[in-house]
């Protein structure tokens, strides 16, 4: 199974460019890269994802490497809300189950 | 719309009990999954559901684990003769079909503490 690698902690300046990175060096061609946060007590919220392509929506965008071996999210404009534990996810599977290998993550601190 | 659900949000339960945690997904998502989220950790796949048929139950840690969605929506998941070790956040989540392009809508999870 392909894994991810994190930083583990990172701070932010309220109204910048946060930019969290994300090494998957074993991703296999067809595995899609998933970006989801959690705030405590709350269950994984849905960021972006993305196969080879960069990816930009209301929330993020998503830069991934031309060999695929790591990727960027980028908040480009951090607020105090988005303080939250950032994971880098690749989507492993076949046929049968297309599960997420959750990695430790990156606890992203927004700083006033 | 409603997102997923779960119930209990918070289970207690003394060593030796047996327990069952429910998952409402969104309406429609043919896929679900349970993970189990250990504190400080990220969560780790347990078993997932497409409709009605479990295909995969992998990440099951013991025997004592056990999971169904027998008319294809709510699922549950209960857990025989619970031990500390047991003790996490149990997290629900629903996509809307198979593949690896649709995203997972996480639950706001069971925490459970085994005594």
């Known amino acids: 199974d392909a894994k991810t690698t994190q930083p583990p902690s990172m701070d932010c300046a309220e109204g910048r460019a946060a930019n969290l990175p994300c090494n998957h060096s074993?991703?296999?061609?067809?595995?899609?890269v998933y970006w989801y946060r959690q705030i405590h007590s709350q269950g994984p919220q849905y960021i972006i994802h993305?196969?080879?392509n960069n990816e930009t929506n209301e929330m993020a965008s998503l830069i991934i490497t031309e060999d695929r071996k790591s990727s960027t999210l980028i908040l480009p404009h951090a607020t105090l809300r988005d303080t939250a534990v950032y994971y880098c996810i690749v989507k492993v599977g076949s046929s049968g189950t297309y599960k997420y290998i959750f990695g430790t993550g990156t606890r992203l601190k927004v700083l006033a | 719309g409603a997102g997923v659900s779960q119930s209990p949000r918070y289970k207690v339960a003394k060593r030796g009990q047996d327990v069952a945690l429910r998952c409402d997904p969104i309406s429609g998502h043919v896929s679900l999954f349970w993970y189990q989220q250990a504190l400080g950790q990220g969560p780790e796949f347990l078993t997932y559901?497409?409709?009605?048929?479990?295909?995969?139950k992998s990440g099951l840690p013991s025997d004592r684990f056990f999971a169904e969605r027998p008319e294809g929506s709510v699922s549950t998941l209960k857990i025989q003769r619970t031990q500390q070790e047991d003790s996490a956040v149990y997290l629900c989540?629903?996509?809307?079909?198979?593949?690896?392009?649709?995203?997972?809508?996480f639950g706001p999870g069971t925490r459970l503490t085994v005594t």
């Open positions: 559901f497409q409709n009605e048929a479990q295909l995969d």
């Open positions: 993305g196969l080879k």
């Open positions: 074993t991703i296999s061609g067809n595995e899609y």
């Open positions: 989540a629903s996509s809307f079909a198979h593949g690896g392009s649709y995203e997972q809508y």
